[in-house]
């Protein structure tokens, strides 16, 4: 088999840079070691910022999450008893939109399934071969047991953290960044209405809590918790009554309950590699590079990642013989710029939000002193705004 970007990782990463290279009549091929129906319903993030919306709606993916997606102008921070809303629109002309990854991916994999290009989920055995030569390959065994040669160009590596592509890079030659932080997030789905039209962060002496949605009809919320943490010690009615003690104010709060439809505990880590390249394979989404989940910038960076990668491609097999590889080498260079700052902005989320057993009273102090900042400041506003709703690409 013959293609010109081989890409691993049927997430929003691989699927948007495929749909991305088809409409540039750049021709892929996408493997997926999963199902469809287990990517279509994987429960992964749910905010889009303003761009990520934007490069969708472009990609011809987008008339479903202008439909059902949730827009928000703002959030509302809770801390000491009391509520603060940041206002995105007023701030920044600009708000976010929920709509779950998921349904993202499913919009993607229609979208693949109707250029009638090659999707191949359940894969196995995958191998990244000839990484530094100008005509790698990727070997791999079909559904039906079939052995599978994959000629390119390159290779695009979306296989998220735990896929194949990052390890296949030689020893030495990526440095990593990492910081595993001391709690997580216990996470739920339930079948209620949310208590609120947009998301509430809150801070708590008893840790934080999160409140958002996937619809109208259907509530995400989390409570911080230890990284090892029993699930079988948090029965329903526990749960809804922690959450309802950490969202609590002053004049009260009415949280509505109902069936919890899925529970589960998600670590917090920061991770980072660099480069994000390596001869004809390249790196992108959390194959190179992980946020905590407090700042929603996780699916927001691999869109970002591929709208570079995508550029260029498409500079390589339309550009001038003598510069085609120009784009592709900056590529790490370019997203790694965005990276970190967005992995400030998660870090400084985390960190002002969450409780941790290495705080004492001074710390403790200081965290609500830069709440009220945030909360009392117009610049300080501002800078969250920023960051919230998007850096540019």
């Known amino acids: 088999m013959r293609t010109q970007v081989a890409i691993i990782g049927a997430g929003p990463a691989g699927l948007l840079l495929a749909q991305l290279l088809h409409l540039r009549g750049i021709d892929s091929v996408v493997l997926e070691i999963k199902s469809q129906h287990y990517v279509?319903?994987?429960?992964?993030?749910?905010?889009?910022?303003?761009?990520?919306?934007?490069?969708?709606?472009?990609?011809?993916?987008?008339?479903?999450?202008?439909?059902?997606?949730?827009?928000?102008?703002?959030?509302?921070?809770?801390?000491?008893?009391?509520?603060?809303?940041?206002?995105?629109?007023?701030?920044?002309?600009?708000?976010v939109t929920i709509y779950g990854q998921q349904e993202v991916v499913k919009d993607l994999v229609a979208a693949r399934l109707a250029t009638g290009r090659p999707l191949f989920f359940e894969v196995s055995d995958v191998s990244v071969h000839g990484l530094g030569t100008s005509s790698p390959h990727v070997r791999f065994r079909e559904a039906n047991g079939s052995e599978t040669v994959l000629q390119c160009d390159f290779i695009a590596g979306c296989d998220g953290f735990h896929g194949i592509c990052r390890p296949s890079i030689p020893a030495g030659v990526l440095k990593v960044f990492e910081r595993v932080y001391p709690f997580a997030w216990l996470g739920i789905l339930a079948d209620v209405a949310p208590a609120s039209d947009e998301l509430i962060y809150a801070n708590h002496e008893r840790g934080f809590a999160l409140l958002t949605m996937r619809s109208p009809t259907v509530s995400r919320l989390y409570l911080q918790c230890a990284p090892d943490e029993d699930l079988a010690q948090w029965p329903d009615e526990r749960i809804w009554s922690e959450l309802a003690t950490r969202l609590s104010t002053r004049d009260g709060f009415d949280l509505p309950v109902g069936p919890i439809t899925q529970k589960g505990v998600t670590p917090m880590r920061s991770f980072v590699v660099e480069p994000m390249q390596h001869g004809r394979l390249f790196l992108a989404g959390d194959a190179a590079h992980i946020v905590p989940p407090t700042g929603a910038k996780g699916m927001n960076s691999a869109i970002a990642d591929v709208c570079v990668l995508a550029e260029g491609f498409v500079h390589f097999y339309g550009g001038q013989r003598t510069a085609r590889m120009e784009k592709l080498n900056t590529y790490s260079t370019k997203c790694l710029r965005r990276i970190w700052k967005v992995q400030r902005f998660s870090w400084w989320v985390t960190t002002l939000m969450h409780r941790s057993d290495e705080d004492n009273d001074f710390d403790r102090r200081r965290q609500l002193a830069e709440l009220d900042y945030l909360a009392s400041s117009q610049a300080a506003a501002l800078t969250f705004a920023e960051n919230y709703v998007g850096l540019p690409i």
């Open 40 to 95: 279509e319903h994987r429960v992964r993030a749910g905010l889009l910022e303003h761009q990520s919306v934007d490069i969708l709606q472009d990609a011809g993916v987008g008339e479903r999450m202008m439909r059902e997606g949730l827009q928000h102008e703002g959030v509302e921070l809770r801390f000491a008893g009391r509520g603060h809303r940041i206002d995105f629109a007023a701030l920044t002309g600009r708000g």
